[in-house]
């Protein structure tokens, strides 16, 4: 076969795998931004009365995924759980006793993230004035980063009023950039997987 020929076929070749990925934009949006352990997100969420989307996504931010990762701090597992607040919500949540080696395991960093979640959302209720859901999940996602005693004071001394347009105003770059993450990531799980997720919240 000469080269001519050989290009000729290696560019119809091309053409037909983008004309498979553009006309299946579902299966490619799905492979770019999977979401492993869909299973125990999807019960944990349920448990807590968390949208998945929101595990998810702020999984993706802390591990993408690897079950095994271990900061400089100490967090551990997909959801980077601190050793200390899994004490701490053991003994809100009334949890059997967690070792860090049981916190590895993603169905049980899983289920803590999510009772976690749900914690920081009851926590910071009030201070969404407008119901909106990008300015829920930015609260949250920053108390998650930042720990809730800095986005109370945040939000006491009118540093950050809490919305996603202020963001600006949080005097953490690392926070400011891990909300943003988290937001991006939500947005693309809700529209690959679930459309319906923002109706009605």
């Given at each position: 076969m000469s080269i001519f020929r050989k290009k000729r076929l290696y560019a119809l070749l091309f053409v037909i795998i983008l004309l498979i990925l553009f006309y299946n934009s579902e299966w490619l949006s799905r492979w770019l931004y999977p979401i492993p352990y869909r299973e125990d997100i999807e019960i944990s969420a349920q448990n807590y009365d968390v949208d998945p989307?929101?595990?998810?996504?702020?999984?993706?931010?802390?591990?993408?995924?690897?079950?095994?990762?271990?900061?400089?701090?100490?967090a551990v597992g997909l959801m980077q759980v601190m050793p200390d607040t899994a004490e701490w919500i053991v003994t809100q949540a009334g949890f059997a006793d967690l070792t860090n080696e049981k916190l590895e395991r993603p169905d049980v960093n899983i289920e803590v993230g999510a009772w976690y979640i749900r914690s920081l959302m009851q926590q910071f209720a009030k201070d969404v004035q407008n119901g909106?859901?990008?300015?829920?999940?930015?609260?949250?996602?920053?108390?998650?980063?930042?720990?809730?005693?800095?986005?109370?004071?945040?939000?006491?001394?009118?540093?950050?009023?809490?919305?996603?347009?202020?963001?600006?105003?949080?005097?953490?770059?690392?926070?400011?950039?891990?909300?943003?993450r988290v937001l991006y990531y939500y947005k693309k799980y809700v529209q690959i997987y679930d459309e319906k997720a923002l109706e009605g919240q």
């Open positions: 989307m929101l595990i998810a996504a702020i999984i993706r931010v802390e591990s993408n995924y690897k079950p095994d990762t271990l900061s400089k701090k100490g909106n859901v990008e300015d829920r999940i930015a609260i949250v996602a920053a108390a998650y980063n930042a720990g809730p005693g800095s986005v109370r004071k945040w939000l006491n001394a009118k540093t950050w009023d809490g919305q996603v347009v202020n963001l600006q105003k949080i005097p953490f770059g690392e926070t400011r950039h891990y909300i943003q």
